[in-house]
């Protein structure tokens, strides 16, 4: 009777060979730990940490001001108007590079982003450089002597652009009303009340003596 010849390792030497495997796949976890220190770069930084501004001139103000850039491509508000027309950039209007380098100083990419400009704006001269809105003095005023938009309690209806030229109003700028990124590009009366809480276009004077 012929007896066959068994192959393969003996069952001790297979769990030896197991049992080294084990003891390698543990070394190579230990050495895959997290540095420390210098060597981890990512070291003290936790999640959702906001990562700083580096801000300039240069800088694409979408990253942040989403809404905003989005407004020159969208149809119906005057920065589309400006982008498509006059080929204007953002740093064509905001173009104080020391208020906004200030402004920008630690912010971060998470930050709540602004409704409104309060720390800087737009300047008359920004709007009226050459090549832009140019008109001054009674062409100016000309250009809303029909605006029938302002009118108070009393029935007293202003020219917008005459108003501006007159004492105690001397901090409002174009961009006091008119509103570039939004679809309501135009201020209202809502506006003027912020002043003239009493309904009427009467000096402050009047009541503030």
């Not at 003891?23 to 003290?44: E, H, M, Q, T």
């Not at 940490?49 to 240069?58: H, I, T």
């Not at 002597?145 to 009118?151: L, Q, R």
């Not at 000096?203 to 503030?208: A, E, G, L, Y």
Request: with cysteine; hydrophobic share 35%.
């Amino acid at each position: 009777m012929m007896v066959k010849k068994k192959t393969g390792l003996p069952k001790k030497a297979i769990v030896a060979v197991c049992l080294s495997a084990v003891l390698v796949l543990l070394v190579a976890g230990c050495g895959a730990a997290p540095k420390s220190g210098a060597d981890n770069p990512d070291k003290g930084q936790k999640q959702g940490d906001s990562v700083a501004v580096a801000w300039s001139m240069d800088s694409d103000c979408g990253m942040c001001h989403a809404q905003q850039k989005e407004s020159q491509a969208k149809t119906g508000t005057q920065a589309c108007i400006h982008a498509t027309s006059a080929k204007a950039t953002c740093g064509s209007c905001h173009n104080d590079a020391a208020a906004l380098g200030k402004v920008h100083e630690g912010k971060t990419a998470t930050d709540k982003m602004p409704s409104k400009l309060t720390k800087s704006t737009v300047s008359r001269a920004s709007c009226q450089a050459a090549g832009c809105h140019t008109a001054e003095g009674p062409e100016f005023e000309a250009l809303t002597a029909s605006v029938e938009t302002f009118v108070d309690g009393a029935g007293k209806m202003v020219n917008p652009h005459q108003v501006i030229a007159q004492v105690g109003h001397e901090e409002m700028v174009c961009a006091s009303c008119h509103n570039e990124h939004d679809g309501k590009p135009v201020a209202d009366m809502a506006y003027c009340a912020t002043c003239h809480h009493s309904g009427t276009f009467a000096p402050c004077v009047s009541c503030h003596g």
